[in-house]
Every structure is written in C-alpha cells, then in structure tokens.
C-alpha cells in the first residue's frame, strides 16, 4: 500500500542541524510532489512547500526561506527536510505528504501522510 | 495568500448528533478545497477532496459541500471515534493554506 514513514524524533540544541527523512513506497516516488507540513504543539498546520520529485527543484513558502532545505534521493524513493541554525521556536511535529493530482476533478490533495518526525530545539 | 477561516474553534456533541463545521476563503478558490481529520497524536487524514468528493475508505457519514469562498464539513450521527481536529485546507493557489481548525468533542 502507499506509505509515507518518516524518521524518529530528534533533539537538538539551538544552533544545531537537523536532517528529516520520509521514506515512500507503493508508487512511483517520482510521479507526485512532495509536499511538507509543520504542526508546532498545540497549534495547527503550517504549509512549508513542495519539491518536484522529477526535477528536484524546490518551492518554500514565505518564513521558510534560508534556513529550510528540501532534497531527494530518488534511488531510494526518499526526500528529506534540512533545518540548520535551529531556533526554539522550530520546536515542533514535520509531516511529509503526498500531493496527488485527481484529474476527474481537477483538483490538488495531500495524501497518505507520513507519521510525522518530533524535532525539539532546547538547550 | 488565501486565508482560510474555519468556524467554530471548538464544539461538543452528543452521539448520534448532526454537526457542521463551516470554512471560509479570503478569495475564491472554485472548488479546490479539502478536509482532513487528525485525532490526537496521529497525522492528518483526508476525508473530503474538491470539497464534496469522499475519500475512499471514509465513512459515508461524512460529506462536504459548498463552492468559491463557502464551504462546509457535514458529519452525521456522530460517533465516539470521531472526536478529532478538523481542517479545511485550499489546493487553489500556492501558498497552500490551511484554516486554525475546529475541535469537535464528545459529551
């Protein structure tokens, strides 16, 4: 079935590097962009961008330029979240997600969607 | 960017109960607008897409409705499982965005 599994939690110090992975498999990773997600505790969802899984270019949403970096390793259907310089306010759950295409209706969607990865910044 | 304001915040109800959660678009945004569900600890599913389409899977108690800036999540006979944040999201333009949510609780 399709999946998305994400990588465990991490806990880093402020001014550290983070590196999460969302791993997919049942469908051609290449066919559909990915999309990722931040939910800070007790907050709801942030959209943070997407990157074309075909051609690797990526697009970032406004307070998630610079620090931010989505990538691929298309050999092993996987894209990955870069966070460097880490602030205590990056404190929260990242999702990946599928974005899926339905042309019988014209219209974008995200889905399935990884577990989500726990990034804590604390010193 | 397209806001998306979701109403109400929060509501309880009683099994059984007929609730609706209405989402609100700063600009059209024709029918490029989801739901998804997210229970508490686990990721967001998706119920609905192009606002009135159920995702496969989903019970049939769920529906949606509404088209340009008007949009509403249906779910009747409540059930204690379906005791969850809710969130429209539009698939319209990019940024994408999502609405604050709307906490639905069981009495």
């Known amino acids: 079935q399709v999946q998305l599994v994400q990588s465990g939690s991490e806990l880093k110090k402020p001014g550290a590097s983070v590196k999460v992975s969302c791993k997919a498999s049942?469908?051609?990773?290449?066919?559909?962009?990915m999309t990722w997600v931040r939910q800070a505790p007790g907050r709801g969802l942030e959209w943070m961008g997407w990157i074309n899984t075909n051609t690797g270019n990526p697009t970032y949403a406004q307070g998630f330029r610079g620090r931010f970096v989505f990538s691929l390793d298309t050999s092993v259907s996987t894209a990955f979240l870069q966070i460097s310089s880490l602030k205590v306010e990056d404190t929260a759950v990242y999702y990946c997600?599928?974005?899926?295409?339905?042309?019988?209706?014209?219209?974008?969607?995200?889905?399935?969607w990884g577990q989500g990865t726990l990034v804590t910044v604390s010193s | 960017d397209i806001q998306m304001t979701q109403s109400p915040s929060s509501l309880s109800a009683s099994v059984g109960d007929r609730v609706t959660i209405t989402c609100r678009a700063s600009?059209?945004?024709?029918?490029?607008l989801n739901w998804y569900q997210q229970r508490p600890g686990t990721a967001p599913k998706l119920l609905i897409f192009a606002a009135s389409n159920l995702q496969s899977g989903v019970p049939s108690r769920f529906s949606g409705s509404g088209s340009g800036t008007d949009f509403t999540l249906t779910i009747n006979s409540l059930q204690p499982e379906d005791s969850a944040t809710y969130y429209c999201?539009?698939?319209?333009?990019?940024?994408?965005?999502f609405g604050q949510g709307t906490n639905v609780e069981i009495k």
């Open positions: 997600a599928r974005e899926v295409w339905t042309a019988a209706v014209k219209s974008y969607w995200f889905g399935p």
């Open positions: 049942g469908y051609t990773f290449t066919s559909y962009a």
């Open positions: 999201q539009q698939s319209y333009s990019t940024p994408r965005t």
């Open positions: 600009q059209t945004t024709s029918n490029h």
